[in-house]
């Protein structure tokens, strides 16, 4: 079983940047990874992925300002969000992926409000 801890949330001012990390306690290698977010009111979506082979895939709404990557050694995922829009404000969750199972952190909550 792989835990997952995110961390790196808080409150940012429009157009400032954040970068949220993924800790998992065992070996991320053969997982897709990915951040999901949910607001008040609204269903969890998908905001980046990124497969065992570097592979990314991004939410229209966040392409071009956030970035996803891993580091397998250090088994954490990133999210650098740039930019940031009062409409980016959500609890962000980490999501690993593989074949035979699917893990979920707690969430972090990122606002962004002026």
């Known amino acids: 079983q792989v835990q997952l801890v995110e961390s790196g949330g808080g409150l940012v001012q429009p157009g400032e940047s954040l970068t949220l990390s993924c800790a998992a306690s065992?070996?991320?290698?053969?997982?897709?990874m990915g951040w999901y977010r949910q607001a008040p009111g609204t269903q969890r979506e998908l905001v980046a992925r990124?497969?065992?082979?570097?592979?990314?895939i991004y939410a229209d709404s966040v392409k071009g300002r956030f970035a996803i990557s891993r580091d397998n050694a250090k088994n954490t995922m990133y999210l650098q969000m740039s930019s940031l829009k009062p409409e980016d404000t959500a609890v962000y969750y980490c999501?690993?992926?593989?074949?035979?199972?699917?893990?979920w952190g707690q969430g972090t909550q990122v606002t962004v409000s002026s």
């Open positions: 990124i497969t065992s082979g570097g592979t990314t």
């Open positions: 999501n690993a992926v593989n074949l035979l199972n699917i893990y």
């Open positions: 065992g070996s991320i290698r053969s997982y897709v």
